[in-house]
């Protein structure tokens, strides 16, 4: 997968659970294991979740 694609499907698969749950009951565990990455890996496109956050809003 691309580095863009994959920052792209962080910013869906982080909206989809934000809108589910609430951002304070979704961790950045979460939305890396919906994107099919590990948690280290997530932080090599975002710095923080309140980065992924902000990109989308």
Same mark, same amino acid.
Request: glycine share 8%; no cysteine.
């Given at each position: 997968m691309k580095q863009e694609d994959t920052k792209?499907? =962080? &910013?869906?698969? *982080? &909206? +989809? &659970?934000? #809108? &589910?749950?609430?951002?304070? *009951?979704? #961790?950045?565990? +979460? =939305? *890396?294991?919906a994107v099919g990455i590990k948690a280290p890996s997530l932080y090599n496109h975002f710095p923080s979740k309140r980065a992924i956050f902000d990109a989308i809003v």
């Open positions: 792209q499907k =962080i &910013l869906d698969k *982080a &909206l +989809e &659970l934000f #809108s &589910l749950n609430g951002y304070n *009951a979704v #961790s950045v565990g +979460e =939305i *890396a294991k």
